[in-house]
């Protein structure tokens, strides 16, 4: 069974950093892209980010890009998101989810119960 | 602001069809995926690709394209999916993913 656990979220100063975490099991995960996912309090989803399977191309949000960095350690089955210049607007659930093998890269088959982050001002 | 409309709400009778649609130039070029969300719990995918269900999801599911416009028809709709429903695809550029705003669909 695929799991996908989030950690890392607190409450931040605006300005502030963070590094949120995702730990995978239950598939090889060195043969799937990974990205992460927020939701705002009552708003929509949002996109933020992609890496693929090697960890060597990374894609952003145009609102997160320059302050975001997605990373993953093969080796350990985790998924990271290095979280900078935080602005309250950053303020959400942060899932991490997998993509799909066949469909591209919008396609988001397994998403973990998320890890909250409130950066207030 | 998204690139994919949705409208915000929509209304169902018990065990009629109703259909959630988004609407996109990326849609042109791309699919879209659709998403079921419920308040406290993670998204779940429920149409993908052409017309995909994934394992689990009813086969009262279904997903369609026309255009610039893709659908999300439930077929004997049940309490159980009232939710809100999120379609995605990629971006104009390719170099993105993008979510419409949800449309939120009651079950009367």
Not at chain 2, 72 to 100: K, P
Request: glycine share 10%; with cysteine; proline share 3%.
């Amino acid at each position: 069974e695929v799991q996908l656990v989030e950690s890392g979220g607190v409450v931040v100063q605006s300005g502030g950093s963070l590094r949120l975490a995702c730990a995978a099991s239950g598939f090889t995960f060195d043969a799937f892209s990974m990205h992460w996912v927020r939701q705002a309090p009552g708003k929509g989803l949002e996109w933020v980010s992609l890496i693929n399977k090697y960890g060597d191309k990374t894609y952003y949000a145009d609102s997160v890009k320059g302050r975001f960095t997605i990373s993953r350690d093969n080796s350990k089955n985790s998924l990271y998101l290095q979280m900078n210049n935080l602005r309250t607007e950053d303020t959400g659930l942060y899932y991490c989810t997998k993509e799909e093998i066949t469909s591209g890269w919008n396609t988001f088959d397994s998403w973990g119960q998320g890890t909250l982050v409130t950066v207030s001002s | 602001s998204s690139e994919l409309t949705q409208d915000p709400a929509v209304s169902v009778a018990l065990g009629q069809s109703v259909s959630i649609t988004c609407q996109g130039d990326s849609l042109r070029t791309f699919y879209a995926s659709w998403y079921q969300k419920k308040p406290g719990q993670a998204p779940v995918l429920v149409i993908y690709t052409k017309n995909n269900r994934p394992s689990g999801i009813p086969d009262r599911f279904s997903g369609s394209r026309s255009g610039n416009t893709a659908s999300l028809t439930i077929t004997g709709a049940q309490a159980e999916d009232e939710a809100d429903y999120y379609c995605n695809s990629r971006d104009s550029s390719g170099n993105h993913v993008v979510f419409g705003g949800g449309t939120k669909l009651t079950v009367l």
